[in-house]
């Protein structure tokens, strides 16, 4: 499988990597049920195809999804990259809180560790730089943690560039984690750019978006969601937008079915075309889905597809508006 080095780091990642969100069970930001047992066979197929890195955070699941990626590596000799996240905290109520107050951090961080079963976190990164005002704070005491050697590299999930210049002061910024799909290209105006130029790794989270740009959404699996999935409340899956991916998607269909790829590939691929990401996340949560992601990491999209794409995102892009 392809790998691409992760900006200034020695770390190489396969260009496709496992996501582990849905798979940690019910929360303000869950998928619904989910059953343990299908998340760990999950991971361990992810890694059997050749995925040499794992995307995690407390938050998913409020630690369970941690504490699955640590049963899923018991007993294997080859370690993946296990990257993981600070910065969002919870109630007894189970209610989601932000805080990048060092105490918080450095305590966020001995509780990975635990949790996942690990001595070190490979790439360790801030979930969302909220509160903002605590963003440096926050970096500093990530910093004094990689100096102890209990984290490798310091990473930027959900950052803006003025963010990432802000901490870069601090101590190097070795990667950022931004959405980025073919109905959400922010991170093309200013983000890849500025990413390449300070040899920053892009690692993409939701280049499917959430399943919309799988092929196998429909307004009828829309109805049947959980009712605590948080994808009910999205905006993405409210109309005009969500028919409109739809019909984006019976488009993509025809070019993914003319190589003999699915759309959830298809997906994944078109995000890795830009030299500047690095690698995608394909999240999953039963085996077979990270069976079919996976190959996308080696298919590299042809100008041709490239182009018959961009005219199909122009006119989704008349529909919403």
């Known amino acids: 499988m392809q790998t691409r080095k992760l900006g200034y780091t020695d770390l190489g990642l396969t260009t496709v990597g496992l996501g582990t969100w849905a798979m940690g069970g019910p929360w303000e930001y869950g998928w619904g049920p989910q059953d343990d047992g299908e998340a760990i066979a999950a991971i361990r197929a992810g890694l059997e195809t050749g995925i040499n890195w794992i995307d995690t955070a407390p938050a998913y699941g409020l630690g369970h999804s941690e504490e699955l990626v640590r049963e899923a590596l018991k007993q294997r000799s080859d370690k993946p990259v296990i990257a993981t996240k600070c910065g969002i905290l919870w ?21 990975s560790l635990e949790r996942l079963g690990v001595e070190v976190i490979d790439l360790y990164q801030i979930h969302w730089p909220d509160p903002d005002e605590d963003l440096e ?29 802000r901490v870069q002061k601090i101590h190097p910024v070795a990667s950022l984690q931004p959405p980025y799909s073919m109905v959400h290209r922010e991170v093309e105006d200013e983000l890849l750019d500025y990413c390449a130029q300070n040899n920053i790794g892009v690692v993409a989270y939701s280049p499917m978006q959430r399943g919309l740009l799988t092929g196998k959404f429909s307004a009828e699996r829309l109805g049947a969601l959980p009712l605590d999935d948080h994808r009910r409340r999205n905006p993405d899956f409210h109309e005009p937008q969500f028919s409109a991916t739809l019909e984006l998607v019976e488009g993509l269909k025809a070019i993914a079915q003319r190589h ?8 994944l691929s078109w995000v890795l075309r830009r030299p500047e990401v690095t690698a995608a996340i394909a999240g ?6 990270i069976l079919e992601t996976a190959p996308a990491a080696d298919w590299e999209l042809s100008q041709e597809d490239i182009d018959q794409i961009e005219q199909l995102l122009a006119e989704r892009k008349t529909r919403t508006q």
């Open 91 to 111: 109630n007894e109520k189970k209610e989601k809180l932000t805080c990048l107050k060092r105490q918080s951090i450095r305590a966020e961080c001995h509780a």
């Open 137 to 165: 704070e926050g970096w500093e005491e990530m910093a004094k943690l990689c100096r102890e050697g209990k984290v490798r590299y310091l990473g930027a999930s959900n950052f803006t560039v003025d963010q990432i210049r």
């Open 260 to 267: 003999g790829k699915t759309c959830a590939q298809l997906a």
């Open 284 to 289: 999953a949560r039963r085996p077979e889905q």
